[in-house]
């Protein structure tokens, strides 16, 4: 029988009700990705690069030490953006 109030229902109650959990999706442990693809982005691997470094995909690139994302074309040196942050890393939010 549920109680009265349903904010007094807890998951150590004895009076919870039996529940039998059904797969419904299979989703990857690991950033959401597709287990076993080819492509880092669809397995769920963010890519970095390091300022000074070319960069290997062409895409929209983020870094902390910049507010807003910029799109490099692969092969371009990734560039280094100075500050109080060090060494620049880009991390890939979009590949094209």
Do not use: H, N, Y
């Not at 109680?3 to 150590?12: E, F």
């Not at 397995?43 to 062409?58: D, K, V």
């Amino acid at each position: 029988m549920p109680p009265d109030d349903p904010d007094d229902l807890r998951t150590t109650d004895e009076r919870a009700i039996p529940t039998t959990w059904t797969l419904v999706e299979k989703i990857a442990d690991s950033g959401g990705g597709i287990p076993g693809a080819s492509d880092p982005w669809l397995a769920g691997i963010r890519e970095r690069c390091i300022a000074g470094e070319a960069c290997p995909r062409t895409g929209w690139w983020t870094t902390p030490a910049a507010p807003a994302r910029r799109r490099f074309v692969a092969g371009a040196v990734m560039p280094e953006l100075g500050g109080d942050w060090g060494t620049t890393v880009w991390q890939l939010d979009q590949p094209d």
